[in-house]
Every structure is written in structure tokens, then in C-alpha cells.
Nanobody, 123 residues
């Protein structure tokens, strides 16, 4: 099935920005909805954003809408998550995953999870 690999995480101050990437190795992402999820210590994994295979439909969690932007470049087999106006509540491990289902908020709709990339926002 191939592998998804996230990158771009790091330490940033409140108000700062990061751009995460989700790249595929051994599989083509262009036919899948790609979702970003995050998991903070002691909390369940939560939905962040998703983009359909054509890149024309996006959806966001209320907590990130207006601050985060998901996009994709199918020619590069990569999906991005631009994160602006970060705050300490955004600190988490961010993971991407692929889905062929329509219930994109639901983590069980996804397979082929990446290992994740740590995002830490300092106050």
C-alpha cells in the first residue's frame, strides 16, 4: 500500500506559522481524500482538516478554521497543511492519512497513517 511520511513540524512561538507536508512513498495519493489529524498528550486523536482527491473540496475543524489551510499538489504526490496564528492549544503530533470514504471527520475512515510530526507551540 505504500507509506505516508509527514514532515515540517517543529517548535514555534505563539502567533507563528508552520507548513506540514504529507508525502507518499510507493503509492499515489491523487485518488484519495487526505486528512490531517492531531493528538495531544493524554487526548484522543482529533480531526483537523481534509481535502478531496481533486483538491476542490476542503473541510476544517472549527478550532482551526481560518488559521489552517490544507492543499495538495498531485503532481508532487504531496498534501500540505499551512498553519498560521498558532497557539499552545495546537501543540500535538500531527498525522496524515488516506481515505476513500465520505465520513472524513471520522478517523476510522482512514488507513495508511503516517508516523506523525511533532508541533510544539510555546507561549
Amino acid at each position: 500500500q505504500g507509506q505516508l511520511v509527514e514532515s515540517g513540524g517543529g517548535l514555534v512561538q505563539t502567533g507563528g506559522s508552520l507548513r506540514l507536508s504529507c508525502a507518499a512513498s510507493g503509492r499515489t495519493l491523487s485518488t484519495y481524500t487526505i486528512g490531517w489529524f492531531r493528538q495531544a498528550p493524554g487526548k484522543e486523536r482529533e480531526f483537523v482538516a481534509a481535502i478531496n482527491w481533486r483538491g476542490v473540496s476542503t473541510i476544517y475543524a472549527v478550532s482551526v478554521k481560518g488559521r489552517f489551510t490544507i492543499s495538495r499538489d498531485n503532481a508532487k504526490n504531496t498534501v500540505y497543511l499551512q498553519m498560521n496564528s498558532l497557539n499552545p492549544e495546537d501543540t500535538a503530533v500531527y498525522s496524515c492519512a488516506a481515505s476513500t470514504r465520505s465520513d472524513v471527520y471520522n478517523r476510522v475512515a482512514y488507513d495508511s497513517w503516517g508516523q506523525g510530526t511533532q508541533v510544539t507551540v510555546s507561549s
